[in-house]
C-alpha cells in the first residue's frame, strides 16, 4: 500500500511505493516465503502523443512498466522455492492502443513482452505467469482528473481539441456502464488457484471486441476505430 491502513483486515500490510527504489528494496526483503505475486500498481495518462512532456511520459512507464519489474524481480527467488506465480495487471491497451492514451498503450504493449519473456525465463522451475487484459472497469483510475487542454500549448487545442473532446464524451460514458472491478478479481483468482491458469485473461465485452477488431488490417483497424471514436 502507499499509505498506511489502506489494506484488507486479516492481511499483513507493507507499506510502499514502488516508484521509490530504496523504500521497494526494504520493504521486499521483510518477506520470507511467497506463494505468488499480483503486481497490480498502475496509472494512465491521457495526452496527444505530440504535446506528452517528456517527464509525463517517463511516469508512466515508471509506474505501469519499471515498478511492475522492480516488484518482481526480487521476489523470483522466493517464487523458484514455492513453485509460485507470477499475475501481471495488463489492459486490452496492451493489445489495441487507442488514440490519446499512447502512453499509457506503450506501457501495457511492454507488460505483454515482460510476461511472454518471463513466462517461458521461469518455466524450468514450475513458476506460472499470467497477464490479465481487462477492458473498461469501474474503478477510481478511470475517474480521476487529467489535464484539461487549457494546460497544453494553444495549437493541441486548435489540432486536437473536437476530437479529444468527443474521445472524453465517449470515454465518460463507457466507464459509468464499466465491468465491476469482482469480475477482474476473479480472473486473478483463476490465475492464483486453478490447476491449469491461463497464460491470458480478457476481461469484458468491449476487451474482447477490441481484442477481435486488432486481428483486422491496420488500415481497415484504423477506419473502424476512427469511426467509432469520433463517428468520421
Do not use: C
Amino acid at each position: 500500500m502507499r499509505a498506511a491502513g489502506e489494506a484488507p483486515e486479516g492481511t499483513r500490510e507493507l507499506v510502499f511505493d514502488i516508484t521509490d527504489v530504496v523504500a521497494t528494496e526494504h520493504a521486499l526483503t521483510s518477506i520470507e516465503s511467497l506463494d505468488a505475486v499480483v503486481a497490480n500498481a498502475g496509472i494512465a495518462i491521457a495526452a496527444p502523443l505530440e504535446f506528452l512532456p517528456e517527464h509525463e511520459l517517463v511516469r508512466q512507464l515508471d509506474v505501469n512498466v519499471v515498478g511492475q519489474f522492480r516488484v518482481v524481480q526480487p521476489l523470483l527467488p522466493l517464487l523458484r522455492e514455492s513453485r509460485g506465480r507470477v499475475v501481471l495487471m495488463g489492459s486490452i491497451g496492451g493489445r489495441s492502443a487507442l488514440p490519446f492514451l499512447g502512453a499509457y498503450a506503450m506501457s501495457k504493449f511492454a507488460l505483454e513482452a515482460f510476461a511472454d519473456s518471463l513466462r517461458v525465463e521461469v518455466a524450468p522451475w514450475g513458476i506460472h505467469v499470467a497477464i490479465v487484459e481487462p477492458g473498461t472497469i469501474a474503478t477510481a483510475m478511470w475517474t480521476k482528473p487529467q489535464r484539461s487542454l487549457d494546460d497544453f500549448p494553444p495549437e493541441a487545442a486548435e489540432l486536437y481539441g473536437a476530437r479529444i473532446e468527443r474521445f472524453r464524451t465517449l470515454a465518460a460514458a463507457r466507464s459509468s456502464r464499466g465491468v465491476p472491478a469482482e469480475e477482474v478479481a476473479k480472473a486473478v483468482e483463476h490465475a492464483l488457484s486453478s490447476p491449469r491458469p491461463r497464460t491470458r485473461y480478457v476481461v469484458g465485452p468491449d476487451a474482447k471486441k477490441r481484442a477481435r477488431v486488432q486481428r483486422l488490417p491496420d488500415r481497415l483497424r484504423d477506419r473502424v476505430l476512427t469511426r467509432f471514436l469520433f463517428g468520421s
